[in-house]
């Protein structure tokens, strides 16, 4: 029987890993000299048959109740040191006398008390053995300041949450009631909360509170004495607390004044009114630029006006001795085959002179680096180079796997004292590429040297009430946004910058992040104390987030470059004051933020504004990025967004109403009215330059009456708004795909919603995919065709990410709307790597002539090797123009594992097709099929479901 050895080595510290080796393989003793210092080892001797043929332990996988004691062989050795220590020979013997029982348990019981399991394998067991946190976000209660009675309160959270929490509001979020809880953004609020402190804890050297956000002017007390004063919400902080601790119970009070308040006395000291267009207040009272909080709190076009106060995110104490990593930045700077190159700057804090060094695990493997650290008291910086061997890359999704190494760099001091920073790291290089052609000049994205299309949305906070009850959000968003073939997100500059949650899901699933800094649609006051903030604000922000992978850019702000150029803001001031406010601007977006950016994050471009051009200028479409509002806000048809295409278009949407559920759970049926009261209130974009009254409602039903016919009933037009949004987004994205390499990216306006509403997004509230998410999806997949009319001539265009050409065929059929065909083409079609290419003009007049255009419809097909990779429908007319026979729609419905297919079988052209059932997912929807055709769909749900269940639409009668 073949023998297979598991080698388990103990580091003197205390730390475990396995190594396996075998069958038949021995390991000795001279191939582990390589380890620092001394180590306990135990190899054991398995019968091979006992693995289950596996070749290797698996990450994850339990150890077989069959590895008994009498099935294990130990052979205990312990290798002599390298660099001999006596306090580590203390160390082996201690982790030895508690081996022994853990020996007596059995492997089983072992490995579960060791095995901090990674999917490279064990990890080591960090060993802090002078670093201890307590949470403080458990026994708050807070109260309106100098009023009697405390309530139970939630941290992180905000005091909306807690006064609902508490049935002190109503749901803000129904009909009217945002209006009544206005009141709350006046008013000063008190929180608090009581911990213990152990002797131990308060004999280390260094003790901090770790306020992690607090929104956003707060007053902070502990045991009666203020420690700190608060004024930005986006900054974390940290405070020296040792001499204002004491043991067993300890207060801790936060005291946050309004910010509506405080605002307008910045606003009366300032004596000038800032733009602030979207903020729902009068002009002398738009306060959010005087105030560093998030300005979509103030309102926006698609959320309620919600000035929240409070924890909004974690409070940690932390103690330590001697010494700890502060901060770390990594930057790939090399990439071969073989080896990537990493260059490490560490800052570390001391509390006295001493000295050690900084050894780094990779996926929990030590890689032999010994970087020696002498420490005086207070802040050290240090770099360092080190390599990871036969690298594999992080990728964008799509492209391949983004790939992240586990990596550890531990601090350990003379005394033995250690401190662990560990994070995900992917190796991966981006560049932002701007070069001169005959157009303008570039704007695209290289990752790893390859150009990538970027594809994606804006995304808004997942809730209008900021706080750590986001993560609950943060996985479905990052899940829909993959399911939909995305490979970028822009976080908008007008909210918040996102918990590290997000930065880390984004990079596990190869999303790239637009980062703005948190300014958008105002200007800035230029006092030295505001700018101060922005500044501690920006290497606040670069620092928590720039070893992410997902970190591609860093932008200045949204629209402000724009706005002084086209919304008159330059018309509402004299010369003076205007030239304050250009130097203000100029002095935080070209000196403050990119300055940061250089010094704290050079690996990363820095943009100034979106959108804008090269050199600072404004948006020109020949260069740098574009916000394409031409449709929607200037009322062009979606054939405009073939018309000079931008080289990179960071916004551009339209709206549609969300799902009936949705509607129904903040509004009453006697609501049920497309313009009722409740949905003008729900309504949030004001349009009116075009007449007055006239919003966002209006301009769905505008759109609506363009394309289709706009049905009376609500349920229909709501049905019908989602069709309109999703054939403006399919036609955008078509178009700018279609445009590479000339466009090379499109962000669509908006992924997801801040409350239930009416709104641009294709993810409503409730993450209820629209009509126009499942068109993102299609006009996002990895290779498309797509088409473009022009007079008598169809333009069929391949669209392919793919890194290598292939060969297909391309099929053209031509076919009545009762299914009659009248063409049909096949013919070769070479489809180029990771480009656009147009394939062939058909000129089909003949047929329109003779038939008549709202006949007739056209599929195309790319196929290879027997396998449709990519197909389109073309029609010739708008929708409300087709002649749709009538149709009675057949289907079958049939259980499957994990829900429900529906097959359907169209006789005729079916058009607009969607299932509606409530809070069930779907793999398509709201699709066409053409005549002759069949499409089954998978329902993933949990309900019992029969044919009546489904409430199926379409627009044929």
């Known amino acids: 029987m073949a023998v297979t050895t598991l080698v388990l080595i103990i580091f003197a510290t205390g730390k475990p890993y396995w190594v396996k080796a075998g069958p038949d393989t021995s390991l000795s003793v001279n191939k582990l000299h390589h380890f620092p210092c001394s180590s306990l080892v135990y ?25 008994s004691r009498s099935h294990i062989n130990w052979k205990k050795e312990v290798i002599f040191p390298k660099y001999p220590d006596p306090i580590l020979q203390t160390h082996i013997f201690e982790v030895i006398k508690a081996e022994r029982n853990l020996i007596n348990q059995g492997l089983r019981t072992f ?25 403080l976000n458990d026994n708050w209660q807070f109260r309106k300041v100098n009023d009697n009675k405390w309530y139970k309160a939630t941290v992180p959270g905000t005091v909306h949450n807690d006064l609902l929490d508490n049935n002190l509001i109503d749901d803000p979020f129904y009909r009217f009631n945002e209006d009544k809880v206005q009141w709350v953004e006046d008013e000063d609020w008190e929180y608090r909360t009581v911990f213990n402190v152990t002797m131990e804890m308060l004999e280390k050297q260094a003790l901090q509170l770790y306020f992690q956000g607090l929104d956003t002017y707060a007053h902070v007390f502990l045991n009666g004495q203020r420690i700190h004063e608060s004024d930005n919400m986006f900054v974390g902080f940290r405070v020296d607390c040792k001499p204002y601790l004491k043991e067993e119970e300890n207060e801790l009070r936060i005291v946050f004044q309004s910010p509506v308040r405080r605002g307008q006395e910045r606003l009366d000291r300032f004596g000038h009114p800032l733009p602030a267009a979207n903020e729902l207040a009068p002009a002398d009272k738009r306060t959010n630029p005087f105030t560093r909080k998030a300005p979509f709190h103030y309102g926006w076009d698609w959320g309620p006006r919600l000035v929240t106060s409070g924890i909004w995110r974690p409070v940690l104490l932390q103690a330590w001795d001697e010494a700890r990593i502060k901060d770390l930045y990594l930057v790939t700077t090399e990439i071969s085959e073989n080896r990537a190159k990493i260059n490490t700057r560490i800052e570390l804090r001391a509390e006295e002179e001493t000295s050690g060094f900084v050894y780094v695990l990779v996926n929990g493997v030590d890689i032999g680096i010994r970087h020696p650290i002498n420490l005086a008291p207070g802040i050290t910086i240090s770099d360092f180079t080190f390599h990871i061997e036969n690298p594999k890359l992080w990728w964008p999704n ?31 290089t981006i560049q932002l590429v701007q070069e001169s052609d005959e157009l303008g000049r570039s704007f695209h994205f290289e990752v790893n040297g390859i150009p990538v299309f970027m594809k994606g949305a804006n995304v808004i906070p997942p809730e209008t009430l900021t706080a750590e009850n986001e993560h609950m959000t943060y996985s479905r968003m990052i899940e829909n946004a993959v399911a939909a073939n995305m490979n970028m997100l822009r976080v908008w500059g007008g909210a918040v910058y996102k918990d590290n949650l997000f930065y880390q899901l984004c990079d596990e699933n190869g999303l790239l992040v637009w980062q703005d800094f948190m300014f958008a649609c105002s200007l800035q006051p230029g006092n030295e104390e505001h700018l101060e903030n922005i500044r501690q604000e920006a290497e606040y922000n670069i620092r928590r987030l720039r070893n992410h992978a ?76 574009e916000h394409d509002w031409t449709i929607w806000f200037g009322h062009k048809p979606f054939s405009a967004f073939w018309e000079e295409v931008p080289r990179f278009v960071s916004e551009w949407g339209l709206q549609a109403y969300p799902a009936m559920a949705t509607i129904d759970s903040f509004a009453s049926p006697a609501d049920r009215q497309w313009n009722s009261a409740v949905m003008k209130h729900r309504q949030r974009s004001r349009m009116d330059w075009f007449q007055e009254g006239f919003d966002g409602n209006d301009n769905i039903r505008k759109y609506m009456e363009m394309y289709y016919n706009v049905p009376e009933d609500f349920d229909e037009f709501v049905y019908v708004s989602q069709l309109m949004q999703a054939k403006g987004y399919k036609t955008a994205i078509e178009a700018h795909r279609s445009s590479m390499p000339h466009c090379m990216g499109t962000l669509y306006w908006q992924l997801n919603d801040v409350w239930p509403t009416i709104s641009w997004a294709t993810l409503d509230y409730y993450y209820r995919w629209k009509a126009a998410h499942y068109a993102v999806k299609k006009a996002f997949s990895p290779v498309i065709v797509t088409t473009n009319q022009q007079e008598e001539l169809v333009n069929i265009y391949a669209v392919s990410d793919k890194l290598l050409p292939f060969d297909a065929r391309l099929l053209v059929k031509l076919v009545t709307l009762s299914g009659r065909v009248l063409y049909e083409n096949e013919m070769k079609a070479e489809v180029l790597a990771n480009s656009s290419k147009l394939l062939v003009q058909e000129n089909l007049m003949e047929y329109l002539d003779k038939y008549g255009k709202e006949n007739l419809v056209m599929g195309i097909q790319l196929i290879v090797e027997k396998q449709v990779v990519a197909e389109n429908i073309h029609y010739f007319t708008e929708p409300k123009n087709l002649k749709l026979p009538g149709a009675d729609i057949n289907y079958q419905l049939n259980k499957t594992e994990d829900g429900y297919q529906v097959t359907f079988d169209a006789e005729v052209l079916i058009k607009g097709l969607s299932v509606e059932i409530p809070d069930a997912d779907f793999s398509d929807n709201f699709f066409d099929l053409l005549p002759g055709t069949q499409k089954s769909i998978a329902i993933h749900t949990q309900k019992k479901l029969n044919r009546e269940d489904l409430n199926i639409r379409y627009l044929n009668p």
Request: proline letters at 6%.
């Open 111 to 135: 490995v579960q008390a060791f095995g901090n399991r990674t999917r490279q394998g064990f990890f080591p067991q960090n060993n802090e053995t002078n670093f201890m946190e307590i949470n």
């Open 43 to 67: 190899s054991i001797d398995v019968p091979s048959i006992e693995l289950s043929n596996e070749t290797d332990l698996k990450p994850n996988t339990e150890v077989p109740d069959a590895f």
């Open 398 to 428: 799509g492209l391949g796997d983004p790939y992240l190494y586990d990596l550890s760099f531990i601090l350990e001091t003379q005394s033995g004292n250690q401190h662990t920073h560990s994070l995900r790291y992917g190796v991966r």
């Open 550 to 625: 997902s970190i591609a850019l860093w932008c200045g702000n949204n629209e402000n470059l724009h706005g002084w150029h086209h919304w008159g803001w330059q018309d509402m001031y004299d010369d003076e004051m205007k030239q304050y406010l250009w130097n203000t601007y100029q002095w935080i977006f070209y000196e403050i933020l990119p300055d940061a950016v250089n010094r704290l994050d050079p690996k990363t471009s820095y943009w100034s504004s979106s959108p804008s051009s090269y050199g600072d200028q404004p948006a020109d479409r020949k260069s740098g990025d």
